[in-house]
C-alpha cells in the first residue's frame, strides 16, 4: 500500500513538472537591430512567455508579474502590474487604466497604444517593418526573422481615426483638426500623405504634402511641402498636453508664427545592440508672416480659466520679420538603452541666409547659424525610485537672428517661478532634474500608487548673448496625469504653488 501511494505520488509530481514546465523560445534568425538585440537578451534573462492564440492576452488587474512577459502572435492588454518589459511578437501591445511597465513596453511587427492613466517606466517602442514567423518545436516555439515588405501594405490607408489626425487646440490656431489619407506606390516604395487642416480662429485650410522614399530598410528620403503655423516652444509641452492645459486653465507654452515651407531631408538609421543612430542632412525655403492675437487682442479660443489674463490665453504672439529664409540643414538623433538607463539626444544645425524683401540674394540678406540641443536621460535607482534628467539649448551665431528662429522658457513646463515664455531670445539653455519616489503604502483603486518628486529647475535665455540663468526649485506630488507642486527661486525670491497635467515637464 505504501509502495502503491509513492508511486501514485511520484507520477502526480512529474505530471505537474511536465505541466509547468517553461515554454523554450528559439532565435533560429534574430536579425539585425537593436530591437533583435533587446528580445535576445530578454530571452536569456527570466521572462515568462505567452503562446500564441486566436483570442488577446489580458494581463488582469491586481496581478503582478516579476519578470520580463514575452507575447507570441496575439495582441495583449495590460491592466495589472509587470515588474520588467512586455514584448510583444506579432501582435499590438494596448495599455489600459491602471496597468503599469516597470521596464519598456515593445511591439514587434505591431504598434503600441498607451494610456494617460496607465505608467510605462522604460518608454514604448514599436517597430513595424519587421516580425518574426513563429514555428511550433517539442519544447516550445521557434521564431524568424522576417522584413515587412511593402507589398503587405494596402495602396490606400487612412492613418489616424479614419483620416483624422489627432486635433490639437491654442491660443493663436483654436482647433486644429487635419484630414487626409495615405497612398503608398509599392514598385518605387514611395509613401504620399496629402493632408488638409482646419484652423477654427484662423478661418484657414492649410496644405501639408509629404512624400517618403524607403530607399532600403535604414535610408530614406522625404519631402515636405506646407502652410502652416509654427513655434520653437514645441520642446516645453507635448501637442496634447498643450492642448489640455490651454482649454482647461488658458496655459499656452508656445509663441506662434505663420510660414509656408518647402524643406527636403535624407536620412540613414545605424542600429547597434542597445542605441540607435540617425544623421540627416537637407534644405529649406520658409516665407513667414506673424500671427495673432497681437496686443490688441480682446478674446480668442475658449478655455475654462485664464480667459482675461495676458500673460496666458490673450498672450501676443511677438511680431516677425517677414522675408524668405533659405537654409542648409543638418542634424543627429541618438538614442541608447542598456540595463535600465535610457537615453535620448537629439541635435539640429541650421546655416540660413534671410532677407526682409521677396529675395534671398539681396544686398541687404544676412547670414546666420542656428545650433538646437535635445537630451534626456533617465535611470532606475532604489527599488522602484527614478532620475531624470532633460536639457534644451539654443546658441545662435553674432549679428541679426530673425525673430521666428528666437525661442522662449517660463511658466508650467520650465521655469514655473517665471510668466508664461517671460524669457525669450536667441540663446537659451534650460536644464531640469527631477528624483521621483512612488509612495507605494498608498495603493489607491484604478490610479494607483501617487509619486512624489524632487525638482531643480534651472534656465534663461536672451538675444546676442548666453543667458543669466535663473532655478526653481521644490517637490512635486503626482497622481496619473495630475500633479500639485510648489517650487521657490532662492536668489529672486519668487515662488510657485500650482496644479497641472504630470505626463510632461
Do not use: C
Request: aromatic share 8%.
Amino acid at each position: 500500500m505504501i509502495r502503491r501511494a509513492a508511486l501514485l505520488a511520484l507520477l502526480a509530481w512529474g505530471g505537474v513538472a511536465r505541466a509547468q514546465a517553461p515554454i523554450v523560445v528559439e532565435l533560429r534568425d534574430a536579425g539585425p537591430g537593436i530591437a533583435p538585440a533587446i528580445l535576445e537578451r530578454a530571452l536569456a534573462e527570466p521572462h515568462r512567455v505567452i503562446p500564441p492564440a486566436t483570442e488577446l492576452a489580458l494581463l488582469r488587474r491586481d496581478s503582478v508579474y516579476r519578470s520580463t512577459v514575452i507575447v507570441l502572435g496575439r495582441d495583449v492588454v495590460v491592466e495589472g502590474s509587470v515588474q520588467g518589459d512586455v514584448i510583444v511578437i506579432a501582435g499590438d501591445l494596448y495599455m489600459h487604466p491602471g496597468g503599469s511597465i516597470a521596464g519598456r513596453a515593445i511591439a514587434i511587427g505591431g504598434g503600441v497604444y498607451q494610456s494617460t492613466l496607465a505608467k510605462i517606466g522604460g518608454g514604448a517602442q514599436a517597430f513595424r517593418d519587421f516580425t518574426y514567423d513563429i514555428a511550433a518545436t517539442p519544447r516550445g516555439f521557434a521564431l524568424s526573422y522576417r522584413e515587412i515588405s511593402f507589398e503587405e501594405t494596402s495602396p490606400l490607408t487612412w492613418p489616424g481615426l479614419s483620416g483624422f489626425a489627432i486635433p490639437t487646440y491654442d491660443r493663436s490656431n483654436g482647433l486644429s483638426l487635419g484630414f487626409g489619407p495615405r497612398f503608398t506606390l509599392v514598385p518605387r516604395h514611395l509613401v504620399l500623405e496629402p493632408r488638409m487642416t482646419y484652423r477654427s480662429q484662423l478661418g484657414r485650410l492649410d496644405p501639408l504634402l509629404t512624400v517618403t522614399d524607403s530607399l532600403d530598410r535604414r535610408t530614406f528620403a522625404q519631402v515636405v511641402a506646407q502652410r502652416g503655423t509654427f513655434s520653437n516652444d514645441a520642446w516645453i509641452w507635448s501637442d496634447l498636453v498643450n492642448s489640455a492645459e490651454f482649454l482647461l486653465l488658458g496655459h499656452d507654452s508656445r509663441n506662434y508664427f505663420r510660414a509656408s515651407r518647402a524643406e527636403a531631408t535624407v536620412a540613414r538609421r545605424w542600429e547597434g545592440a542597445s542605441w540607435t543612430l540617425e544623421p540627416r542632412i537637407g534644405g529649406r525655403v520658409e516665407k513667414s508672416s506673424s500671427v495673432r492675437p497681437d496686443t490688441a487682442a480682446q478674446g480668442g479660443p475658449f478655455s475654462f480659466l485664464g480667459r482675461k489674463d495676458r500673460d496666458d490665453r490673450l498672450r501676443a504672439n511677438p511680431a516677425v520679420e517677414g522675408g524668405r529664409i533659405a537654409s542648409g540643414l543638418a542634424g543627429i538623433d541618438l538614442q541608447w538603452e542598456d540595463q535600465g538607463i535610457v537615453a535620448h539626444a537629439r541635435a539640429d544645425v541650421e546655416v540660413g541666409r534671410w532677407s526682409d524683401g521677396n529675395r534671398i540674394d539681396s544686398a541687404s540678406a544676412t547670414m546666420f547659424g542656428q545650433t538646437t540641443i535635445d537630451g534626456t536621460v533617465s535611470f532606475p535607482t532604489f527599488g522602484l525610485q527614478t532620475f531624470r534628467f532633460d536639457a534644451h539649448a539654443v546658441f545662435t551665431s553674432h549679428g541679426t537672428t530673425p525673430r521666428q528662429r528666437w525661442a522662449y522658457l517660463g511658466g508650467p513646463g520650465s521655469l514655473p517661478t517665471l510668466d508664461l515664455l517671460e524669457l525669450g531670445g536667441d540663446q537659451l539653455l534650460y536644464f531640469d532634474a527631477r528624483y521621483n519616489i512612488p509612495i507605494t503604502a498608498i495603493a489607491l483603486p484604478l490610479v494607483g500608487s501617487p509619486v512624489f518628486t524632487l525638482r531643480e529647475a534651472v534656465g534663461g535665455a536672451a538675444p546676442g548673448r548666453i543667458p543669466t540663468l535663473q532655478q526653481a526649485t521644490g517637490f512635486r506630488v503626482s497622481l496619473t496625469v495630475i500633479h500639485v507642486e510648489f517650487l521657490v527661486d532662492p536668489v529672486r525670491h519668487r515662488s510657485h504653488t500650482g496644479f497641472g497635467i504630470s505626463i510632461a515637464r
